[in-house]
């Protein structure tokens, strides 16, 4: 790589670029993922390619997606040169990694791997949940709060949208944590990494109402989940008038009006949804 293109690709903040330089961590992390030669790995954000260079060597093929253009080149230059590695300059928000991953000509087991950038993290994962079945594994770099929140289970003052949103579609395990001092530059706070596994069956019937009743459940959060479900409006709150009001329908289905949406459990949101989606079994 020549040494001018090098000086040019500053840390941009703005793009989350704390790059991974702890080859421990790196090194744990591909274990984690245990790339195979009949796999596709998908890695968001390939930065500077710390684990692009693994992936690169024990993957079937990698297809390494950047945004950020003062880094391709770099990424061009020092891996142009396996015929696994695919360079996809583009913004991970925008990709639709069905049709990415559907050009490929023989199709592999894919999994992805990201460090991701903190600052769309959530943005990405709630992306990536459209995308669960391409994709049979990831193995994801987050902030440790993050984590934490996804993994929080109920009763705990970390549960949140997020955590519901994610449980519906993935077994979550968390791995380890990675100290700031394993990147440059260093950011201010812990990692942690964490494996989603899409989950085989169970899901909401309507993708959309299920989003819409957590996100309202979860609106005030020290609110009890009636009066939060109180709030609902346009389509919600005419489903949730047709089925005779908020405290019919959590007495149908199970949900106690004074919980707060922190306590109740994945197979009770569910359940609420499908209820409003008029796909309940019992109605
Ligand atoms: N994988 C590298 C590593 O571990 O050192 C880089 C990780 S760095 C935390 C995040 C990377 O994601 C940066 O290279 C950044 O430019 C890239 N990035 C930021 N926003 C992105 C987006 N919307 N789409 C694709 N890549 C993005």
Redesign the pocket.
């Known amino acids: 790589m020549s040494r001018s293109r090098q000086n040019k690709s500053y840390a941009?903040k703005s793009?989350?670029?704390?790059?991974?330089?702890d080859q421990n961590y790196?090194e744990k992390l591909i274990v984690s993922l245990d790339p195979k030669r009949d796999e596709t790995i998908v890695?968001?954000?390939?930065?500077?390619?710390?684990?692009?260079k693994k992936l690169v060597h024990e993957a079937g093929k990698v297809l390494a997606?950047?945004?950020?253009r003062d880094?391709t080149p770099i990424l061009r230059d020092e891996f142009g040169d396996h015929d696994n590695f695919h360079l996809i300059e583009?913004?991970?928000?925008e990709?639709d990694f069905k049709s990415l991953l559907a050009l490929q000509s023989i199709p592999l087991k894919t999994k992805l791997v990201?460090?991701?950038?903190?600052?769309?993290s959530t943005a990405?994962l709630q992306h990536l949940i459209s995308f669960r079945k391409s994709i049979s594994e990831m193995v994801l770099?987050l902030q440790k709060e993050v984590v934490e929140r996804i993994t929080a289970r109920p009763g705990t003052r970390e549960r949140g949208f997020l955590t519901v949103l994610i449980e519906a579609y993935f077994e979550a395990e968390n791995l380890f944590d990675v100290p700031p001092d394993a990147?440059r530059p260093a950011p201010k706070v812990w990692s942690s990494v964490i494996r989603l596994r899409p989950k085989s069956g169970g899901f909401p019937v309507d993708e959309e109402l299920f989003r819409d009743v957590v996100s309202l459940g979860f609106g005030q959060k020290r609110k009890t989940i009636l009066n939060n479900l109180k709030n609902a409006k346009g389509d919600l709150g005419e489903r949730i008038e047709s089925k005779g009001g908020v405290n019919k329908t959590l007495k149908e289905t199970g949900v106690d009006p004074g919980q707060r949406a922190e306590t109740i459990d994945i197979d009770h949101w569910i359940e609420l949804a499908d209820y409003l989606s008029g796909n309940d079994p019992d109605n």
Do not use: S
């Open positions: 941009k793009l989350g670029q704390n790059f991974l330089a790196v890695e968001i954000g390939a930065g500077r390619g710390a684990l692009t997606i950047e945004i950020d880094l583009q913004d991970a928000l990709l990201a460090n991701l950038p903190y600052y769309i990405i770099m990147f």
